[in-house]
């Protein structure tokens, strides 16, 4: 119960059913455990929240770029409610902290599992959306989905972007590599270093080698974009 009113702090709204939450929070492996009665895991509450979360993305975007056409609106709205981006919102939150997990889930890293992360976060949009209504729900997507979209598709997006900018600009051969792994065969965390044109660009680390490779290429974009726009403003300062 304390945690699950700290977690009310964290994002910021206050539960009138305080048993919507906790079947937000309750993983199927915890339900089994605890012989708890059918659908008291957090299941369906995804299914509902995962229907609310579409609703209100495509609203935003239909409404935020008026002139982008139907098939890049889709492209970019399957970019920012997919499984991995939607994992990557929960870090703000530390949902894995309040998630209640069988004992073998836990041990095996269920709480920093992405699948489980992005299911528990639609899980608790479809209970505030039951306990507050749709325009509760909707103010917690946009407080903590819909925002620095930017950043959340070049994550999504990362290595085919990355990709594409360094043939584009001709920086020489991008190769991934790893270079370390650690942990228990069930909770492996893999290190990947990127390398452009034969220098160290970035690392990476992740719960896959596909993980890894994505912030890498995260990582590396980012520097690229940081010092594309120091060129681009050292060049307006030599004609000024």
């Known amino acids: 119960m304390r945690k699950q009113l700290e977690f009310q702090q964290v994002i910021g709204y206050t539960f009138q059913q305080a048993g919507l939450l906790q079947q937000a929070l309750t993983h199927s492996s915890y339900a089994n455990e605890k012989r708890m009665k059918r659908h008291s895991d957090n299941e369906r509450l995804e299914f509902l929240g995962d229907a609310v979360l579409e609703v209100v993305s495509s609203e935003y975007l239909y409404s935020h770029f008026p002139d982008m056409p139907e098939g890049e609106l889709t492209k970019l709205r399957a970019s920012l409610v997919c499984e991995p981006t939607l994992a990557y919102c929960t870090k703000e939150l530390h949902l894995g902290d309040y998630l209640l997990l069988g004992?073998?889930?836990?041990?095996?890293?269920?709480?920093?599992?992405?699948?489980?992360?992005?299911?528990?976060?639609?899980?608790?949009?479809?209970?505030?959306?039951?306990?507050?209504?749709?325009?509760?729900?909707?103010?917690?997507?946009?407080?903590?989905?819909?925002?620095?979209?930017?950043?959340?598709?070049?994550?999504?997006?990362?290595?085919?972007?990355?990709?594409?900018?360094?043939?584009g600009r001709g920086l020489g051969a991008m190769d991934y590599k790893l270079i370390g792994e650690s942990g228990p065969d069930h909770d492996k965390m893999f290190q990947v270093e990127l390398r452009i044109g034969g220098r160290k660009k970035s690392t990476g680390e992740g719960h896959t080698k596909k993980a890894a490779e994505q912030e890498a290429a995260y990582k590396a974009l980012i520097q690229l974009h940081v010092s594309e726009a120091k060129s681009a403003g050292a060049a307006v300062s030599s004609q000024q």
């Open 103 to 167: 004992r073998g889930e836990d041990r095996t890293g269920g709480r920093n599992r992405s699948s489980i992360l992005s299911d528990a976060l639609e899980a608790v949009i479809g209970a505030i959306y039951l306990d507050g209504g749709f325009a509760s729900a909707k103010e917690f997507i946009l407080k903590f989905i819909l925002t620095d979209i930017e950043h959340k598709q070049l994550f999504y997006d990362s290595k085919t972007i990355l990709q594409e900018t360094v043939q």
